[in-house]
């Protein structure tokens, strides 16, 4: 069994794919990837079939995380095929749950900053309109975020990685 993770924003070029890397990158290391897949998604349809903003790529690689995702768009087949969908911010975390119109996904459905240990932030900002400094601190929240959701899931999931 594998459980299967969703990083939603709105483009898919920015943030949602930095926090699929980071948390691929945190995966491998805790040597867990056979148990925790993980995928990501744009609320908008800006940018399907793009690759991550070169941007977020270049601020990543500095910290060795490699991004490889192409921007697709969330689909309401993802509540069925995903165990947990991070949402960056309060927005995109809205648009999911306007498309669970019966709310019967609810419960899978979180912001990712609330699994942060070290910072008090409810969004990851959306850099794409700004400077370097964005990009920065997208890396540094979702580096904490992604950590704080690997202790979660290893404390939800107490058996995960044992067969
Ligand atoms: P993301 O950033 O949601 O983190 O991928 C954005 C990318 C593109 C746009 C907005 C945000 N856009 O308006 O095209």
């Known amino acids: 069994?594998?459980?299967k993770l969703l990083f939603v924003c709105l483009g898919n070029i920015c943030r949602s794919p930095a926090a699929e890397g980071i948390m691929l990158d945190?995966?491998?290391?805790?040597?867990?990837?056979?148990?925790?897949h993980c995928d990501s998604a744009g609320t908008s349809n800006y940018h399907i079939g793009d690759p991550p903003d070169s941007r977020m790529v270049m601020t990543a690689r500095q910290r060795?995380?490699?991004?490889?995702?192409?921007?697709?768009?969330f689909h309401g087949s993802d509540f069925e095929n995903f165990d947990l969908i991070l949402a960056m911010d309060r927005e995109n975390?809205?648009?999911?749950?306007?498309?669970?119109?019966?709310?019967?996904?609810?419960?899978?459905?979180?912001?990712?900053?609330?699994?942060?240990?070290?910072?008090?932030q409810k969004d990851v900002p959306d850099?794409?309109?700004?400077?370097?400094?964005?990009?920065?601190?997208?890396?540094?929240?979702?580096?904490?975020?992604?950590?704080?959701?690997?202790?979660?899931?290893?404390?939800?999931?107490?058996?995960?990685?044992?067969?």
């Open 93 to 120: 975390y809205q648009d999911i749950l306007r498309l669970d119109t019966d709310g019967k996904y609810r419960d899978k459905v979180h912001l990712i900053c609330d699994f942060c240990q070290s910072h008090a």
């Open 127 to 163: 850099p794409y309109y700004g400077g370097r400094d964005g990009f920065e601190l997208v890396l540094d929240l979702l580096t904490d975020a992604c950590q704080g959701l690997l202790v979660h899931l290893k404390e939800t999931y107490p058996d995960l990685g044992c067969s």
């Open 1 to 3: 069994m594998a459980i």
């Open 26 to 36: 945190l995966i491998q290391k805790a040597g867990l990837s056979d148990h925790i």
């Open 64 to 73: 060795d995380i490699h991004l490889q995702s192409l921007a697709r768009q």
